[in-house]
């Protein structure tokens, strides 16, 4: 009889299943990946934005001590079209980002929202990196 443990297979699998579960897609190292691949060529590799692109490092600075996470979701949920916070440049739309699964993310005291996983892996990404 062979031990569990010792069966490679299962030792596979467990490992991919430790792995999968490190990375879920809603976390915030789902979300740098998704930020490298959208995101890096306007707002810079580490969000420090540049000439008409705001620097994504000091949201939270800049929106009076707290972390905007109803303006961030909204801007990339696409339900802040129009309202630019520079003129001038525009913020393109990430239709695609909503295609995938939901999740339920907590906006408020009590008060939760279902949102496509990406954007809450982007948003968590975001409120990492502030300064
Ligand atoms: C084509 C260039 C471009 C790309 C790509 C881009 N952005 Fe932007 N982003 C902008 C510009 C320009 C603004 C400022 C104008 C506005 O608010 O719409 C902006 C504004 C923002 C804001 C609001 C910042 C503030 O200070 O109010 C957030 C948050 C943001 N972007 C996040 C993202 C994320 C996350 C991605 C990737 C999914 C992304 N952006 C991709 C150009 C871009």
Redesign the pocket.
């Known amino acids: 009889m062979t031990h569990i443990s010792r069966n490679p297979v299962l030792v596979t699998l467990g490992a991919l299943a430790l792995l999968a579960g490190c990375t879920p897609a809603d976390s915030p190292q789902a979300g740098r990946d ?2 490298t691949q ?2 890096a ?3 810079g590799a580490t969000g420090q934005g540049g000439a ?3 620097n ?1 490092t000091t ?1 939270a600075q ?1 929106y009076g001590g707290t972390y905007p996470q109803a ?2 979701l909204d ?2 949920d696409g339900y802040a079209r129009g309202q ?3 003129t001038g ?4 739309e ?1 239709g695609h ?1 909503l295609i995938g699964r939901l999740t339920r993310v907590q906006t408020g005291r009590g008060v939760s929202r279902p949102l496509p996983e990406r954007i809450v892996a ?1 948003d968590a990404y ?1 409120h990492s990196i502030q300064q």
């Open positions: 998704l930020y959208n995101c060529t306007c707002h008409q692109v705001p994504l949201l800049r303006m961030v801007k990339l630019n916070a520079y440049a525009e913020m393109p990430f980002l982007l975001l």
